[in-house]
């Protein structure tokens, strides 16, 4: 265990969703008999979309339902127990899209988050007015209140090129139309939610979650600010591969890292975030115990990073806590 004097640990975590959660589980756990342990995600929003209306946040939901006991581990998103009475009824209106699965029991949540948002909170104050309901246990901050979509740039018509939503690239063409680029709509204007900084530059250890490099943990690191306190920040900064044997547990990292020129391993996702000494972001990086990787300024360590359930993670986080402590030094 990380002690920082006699103070047990703020940790803070960059996160996406699936996977995002799974590690937030593992933090969790890994902190579960510190009393004073202080973990704060902060989670990536550039998936939120608006649908029938509805205002949508994916990885807030995937996190908040995971570390809520209410998510469905098989499907990866979504409320367990779920129907989809309501998404079959507007398909018969032939209300548009169809091709996304909005559960009846996840509606509800889009409908409380909606009519908040409508009334001029911020989503800052919405997911804590959430996670009154659901106490995952750790403080979830979107990076930030102001809208910044990623759009995926693909082939239109007659050869030039149109942008679409993040979620119909993933979920209407399971990301295997070419992407040509990833643009995150008004993120260069968009502030740090309140909280954030903070939480980067006075956390005793940050963490990277093993999320998509691209389009989760790269749409947070280009919050204006953020890369910035991540560089100024005096604790260490340990990030886990979401790469394994040159491929990706889950998700579409393997469909992203090659739009933003970066190879499928542990190793070029290490190099792209950079060693801290050299103005990048990394102290640590740990990757799977068959995978290598050697990155002047970063520290590496190989243990087993399947996240298969709440101990594994925390296996996990243990490992990243103890290379924290070791850079430290
Ligand atoms: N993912 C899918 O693959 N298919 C879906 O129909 C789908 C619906 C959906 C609805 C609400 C929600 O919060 C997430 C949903 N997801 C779906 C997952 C989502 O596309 C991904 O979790 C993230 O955006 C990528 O990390």
Partial sequence: MVRVGSVIVRVTVLAGGIGGARFLGGVRAALADEADAEITAIVNTGDDVTMHGLRICPDLDSIMYTLGGASDTERGWGRQGETWRIKEQLALYGAEPTWFGLGDLDISTHLVRTRMLDAGYPLSDVTAALCDRWKPGVRLLPMTDDRCETHVVVD??????????????????????????????????????????????????????????????????????????????????????????????????????????????????????????????????????????????????????????????AAMVQAALDLAESTRA
């Fill in 156 to 313: 239109g018509e007659n050869g030039n090129r149109r942008a679409i939503h993040f979620q119909e690239w993933w979920v209407r063409y399971r990301a295997e139309i070419p992407a040509y680029a990833f643009v995150q709509v008004g993120l260069e204007s968009a502030q740090a939610a309140p909280g954030v900084l903070e939480a980067i530059l006075e956390a005793d250890v940050l963490l990277l979650a093993p999320s998509n490099p691209v389009v989760s943990i790269g749409t947070i690191l280009a919050v204006p600010g953020v890369r910035d306190a991540i560089i100024q920040r005096t604790g260490p900064v340990i990030g886990l591969s979401p790469i394994i044997g040159g491929a990706p547990v889950r998700g579409m990292a393997d469909s992203c890292l090659p739009v933003i020129g970066v190879e499928v391993s542990a190793q070029a996702v290490a190099a792209h975030y950079g060693a801290r000494s050299a103005g990048g972001l990394l102290d640590g990086w740990l990757i799977h115990d068959t995978d290598t990787a050697a990155v002047d300024g970063i520290a590496v360590r190989a243990v087993p990073l399947y996240m298969t359930d709440d101990e594994a993670s």
